[in-house]
């Protein structure tokens, strides 16, 4: 079992990577300004998996995955009962357990688990941290990782006054370098959505690396 502390998670990070988690501590505490000057409060709340869940339980059921590890998710609750209908997010995707990984919540363990998730969070991740970031999510999926990435401003605002995304990159970019990363992890599934514009996502197909190997060809294709 991998299981680790966010406080060497931490010492991993550029500095600029530990400023932005200060960053976000700041505005789960004392809310943000969007960059229309709107003063939010509720920071990050949205369970944005939801959107999502007609597409990925076919993949959960099909894979067995039982334990879940939910990397940078916000105020996501996966124990209430609002998910679909009057089930939780648990009882939908017939889970045994989930952990939360959310450093600016103080949600500091990480454990591996079936499924890693993580929506809505590399984008927020300083260019340089993205390989050690990457790195950990797939160190502690057993059999999928699902990401979802956001390739457009956001609404919000650090406390700095940037822009919340501060790494913005085409979809077809992000496709290439995750391709290119999980090929360090063959045996682990991914599941690729990358959203040009709020709630306008694309799901790439879903890959595994050691089938880049098994293949006829050498070309592998951006799909």
């Not at 103080?106 to 998730?117: G, I, P, R, T, Y």
């Amino acid at each position: 079992m991998l299981f680790k502390k966010d406080n060497q998670i931490s010492k991993n990070l550029s500095k600029k990577g530990q400023r932005l988690i200060e960053h976000y501590k700041e505005m789960v505490k004392s809310g943000y300004k969007r960059k229309d000057g709107i003063e939010v409060k509720n920071t990050y709340q949205s369970f944005e998996l939801k959107n999502f869940k007609e597409v990925i339980l076919p993949e959960f059921n099909n894979l067995k995955i039982r334990t879940l590890l939910d990397y940078g998710g916000g105020g996501s609750d996966w124990g209430k009962n609002d998910f679909h209908k009057n089930q939780s997010a648990i009882e939908y995707f017939n889970l045994e357990k989930v952990i939360n990984f959310e450093p600016a919540r103080e949600k500091n363990d990480l454990e591996a688990s079936d499924c890693v998730v993580c929506f809505d969070v590399l984008e927020h991740i300083y260019f340089n941290d993205l390989n050690f970031v990457l790195h950990n999510i797939y160190s502690n999926a057993k059999k999928l990782v699902v990401l979802q990435i956001a390739c457009y401003e956001a609404a919000a605002l650090l406390p700095s006054g940037e822009n919340a995304h501060v790494t913005i990159r085409p979809p077809l970019w992000w496709k290439g370098f995750v391709d290119s990363f999980s090929c360090k992890f063959p045996k682990i599934k991914t599941m690729l959505f990358c959203s040009a514009s709020y709630k306008q996502a694309h799901l790439f197909k879903i890959w595994k690396a050691e089938e880049y190997d098994e293949g006829e060809y050498y070309t592998v294709k951006l799909e």
